[in-house]
């Protein structure tokens, strides 16, 4: 019995029509966009945050399938940018921002995912441990008890003693002053509750304004503590010694600045055991980026559909987002078309680290051991430094100092205020803005497409954590802006914290 030909037949043109799709199935399916480029002008901390906030929460739609390439431009050889360790006499310490508080909840998040150690700073950086006094250029107009004991009730008896020096030198004004600090702490704990009560700002002073922040950068440090009733002693003594150690300037600093100031002059401060700039060295790196060190971005062209970004090494990148992780103050980097942002200038603090021992002389004094290991100074242009402070003693004549100052300091000098040396370094940064009360703020979007300004919110206050949220935010932007995301408001963006006209620079 013969079979019958159509079942053959059918299959026949069956198989010719999935040969005929099968290449029509390939094109579509490779003909998704490639993956936007992300680039990125900074390694430290906001750009390393822009990073890791950027692969944490993308999240790929019809129209973004794909992960973003990420670039990152380091200008010198190593990331962290104002992180970085210094090494002396085989000891090493932190050379730029060293300390971060206990409510630092990004900074605290980073150094649990990537497996960092955390250790209390330094006894000169911590209150409850340091011997302090207050030197006005003649004499210290404060010191506190020092007893060289290390049995516990004994140190615990003179830190109540120097508690009471301190309450019955300033009163109940120590009292307002942590009042102050802490509204103004709980107040920035805002920026860390969930997506679904955060909005995603486009400039500093919606940011500012909706923790309720603003108006503390529009008076003076000095305005708010008078207006708090806090007495002119204190304010000339602990708030000006806390404010030349932590940010270099005056009370006439503006007031959200000198808050933050403050609240790094308190207890429970941390550090990284082997240098806070790990920080910014394990998110990149845990990011998949592509770093560039050496390579410095000379320009920033915006040509219409893409950014081209030139280096000094003579290469050309094109990328579709552009971030800028790093104070534009002071670099040169030429933007097509210009873009305009509120004149400034950086605070500089000259850090000079000595291993030595100080000359008691020089502050009217018998011996070393009467020096108190942090010496703060009021204000006055006839001091010429901001502080010194004990790193570590390594023996009775040889210790390591850190000494902060707006000028650099001369050997001349330093051999006037140490009795020996047997290593100096000096370090100058350009730490953080010189604030002015009212601060003005530059855009976070500098030219209205997809340039964005991390540093934007430098000027409210300058800190690792506030550099973090800073960063968050822009990236939170470029998701709603670029990336169209209509899914913001969704499980991976949410808090990991344990609680939830003026002159203008054409650039």
Sequence with gaps: MSSDPKPSFRFLVFLLLLLSVQPLIFCLSTDAPPP??????????????????????????????????????????VVGGRMATVSIGGETFEAGASILHPKNYHALNYSKLLGLKVKPPPASEDDDSMSLGFWDGKKF?????????????????????NSFQLFFRYRFSLLKMSSFVESTVDSFLKYYESPERRPVFETVDEMLKWAGLYDLT????????????????????????????????????????????????????WALEGGNYQMAAGLIKSSNVSLHL????????????????????????????????????????????SVSIPARKLQHTHTTFVRGILNPAYFSLHTVSEIPELVGTLEDPGIPF??????????????????????????????????????TVRINWGAYPHYKAPEVFAPIILDGQHLYYVNAFENAASTMETSAVAAENVVRLILSRFFSEAHLHTSNLKSKSPDSDTLHTDL
């Design 141 to 161: 107009v404060f010191k506190s008890l020092e007893v060289d004991s290390k049995i516990p009730w004994v140190q615990k008896i003179v830190s109540y003693f």
């Design 36 to 77: 936007p480029t992300v680039c990125i002008v900074g390694s430290g901390i906001g750009g390393s945050s822009v990073a890791h906030f950027l692969r944490h929460y993308f999240r790929p739609t019809p129209s973004h399938p794909n992960p973003p390439n990420i670039n990152i431009f380091e200008r010198r050889s």
């Design 218 to 269: 529009t008076r003076t440090l000095q305005d708010e503590l008078v207006q708090l009733k806090i007495s002119p002693l204190m304010i000339d003594e602990l708030v000006t010694v806390i404010t030349r150690i932590n940010y270099g300037q005056s009370v006439f600093i503006s007031g959200l600045a000198g808050a933050v100031s403050l609240a790094g002059s308190g207890g429970g401060l």
């Design 386 to 423: 901001s502080s010194i402070s004990v790193l570590k003693q390594h023996d009775e004549n040889d210790v390591t100092y850190k000494v902060f100052s707006r000028e650099p300091m001369t050997d001349a000098l330093l051999d006037s205020i140490f009795s020996a040396r047997l290593e």
């Design 294 to 337: 050496n390579e410095e971005i000379e320009s920033i062209s915006y040509l219409g559909e893409y950014y081209e970004l030139n280096s000094t090494n003579g290469n050309s990148y094109s990328c579709d987002v552009t971030v800028v992780a790093t104070p534009l103050d002071e670099v040169n980097i030429q933007f097509t078309p």
